[in-house]
T-cell receptor, first 118, second 111 residues
Framework: AQKVTQAQTEISVVEKEDVTLDCVYETRDTTYYLFWYKQPPSGELVFLIRRNSFDEQNEISGRYSWNFQKSTSSFNFTITASQVVDSAVYFCALSEARIKAAGNKLTFGGGTRVLVKP | EPEVTQTPSHQVTQMGQEVILRCVPISNHLYFYWYRQILGQKVEFLVSFYNNEISEKSEIFDDQFSVERPDGSNFTLKIRSTKLEDSAMYFC?????????FGQGTRLTVV
């Protein structure tokens, strides 16, 4: 069975500080996908990134960066120079590659609430 | 940009009543999903739907729940005889492959 653990339930930072969110996953599959979603106070789920298990290159998108380490089953997310608008709950999720008919259900971690204070 | 739309955004219902949550997935997507998020908790998978049938369901998705794609565009989640613990945000999602696109959610409040 697959499992995603986000050990940090809440992180509070002051604007312009960097914040790193940890994500550790468990899966028996060799092919899988990892995701990060942002859930702002308005409640919707905003897709941030998808990585497949064969691509361990780190990725940077603006102030966001992701560090995928297969050896430690981790997919950490860093927000650089945080802003108040980054305040949200961030979810890490895992999807195993399935047969065509099964689709790709997501298993979510418990989420990390990030509070950025001005 | 195509998006998944859900209606209503908020529904209040009395315990024991039936509710139908509606979703319009992205038109060329093949896979459809419902997820649930109880307030303050994580997002949980309920059911996936492909080729006009359920492809997978979780333990949460018991006989109280059903899904349907009544026409070519809508995807519905029916909850029969709602209970207080059904109060949650319900998200619909659709995908063409591994990337799921989520709707904005329906907040269901059972009183």
């Amino acid at each position: 069975a697959q499992k995603v653990t986000q050990a940090q339930t809440e992180i509070s930072v002051v604007e312009k500080e960097d914040v790193t969110l940890d994500c550790v996953y468990e899966t028996r599959d060799t092919t899988y996908y990892l995701f990060w979603y942002k859930q702002p106070p308005s409640g919707e789920l905003v897709f941030l990134i998808r990585r497949n298990s064969f691509d361990e290159q780190n990725e940077i998108s603006g102030r966001y960066s992701w560090n995928f380490q297969k050896s430690t089953s981790s997919f950490n997310f860093t927000i650089t120079a945080s802003q108040v608008v980054d305040s949200a709950v961030y979810f890490c999720a895992l999807s195993e590659a399935r047969i065509k008919a099964a689709g790709n259900k997501l298993t979510f971690g418990g989420g990390t609430r990030v509070l950025v204070k001005p | 940009e195509p998006e998944v739309t859900q209606t209503p955004s908020h529904q209040v219902t009395q315990m024991g009543q039936e509710v139908i949550l509606r979703c319009v997935p992205i038109s060329n997507h093949l896979y459809f999903y419902w997820y649930r998020q109880i307030l303050g908790q994580k997002v949980e998978f309920l059911v996936s739907f492909y080729n006009n049938e359920i492809s997978e369901k979780s333990e949460i998705f018991d006989d109280q729940f059903s899904v349907e794609r009544p026409d070519g565009s809508n995807f519905t989640l029916k909850i029969r005889s709602t209970k207080l613990e059904d109060s949650a945000m319900y998200f619909c999602a659709s995908s063409e492959d591994s990337e799921a696109f989520f709707g904005q959610g329906t907040r269901l409040t059972v009183v």
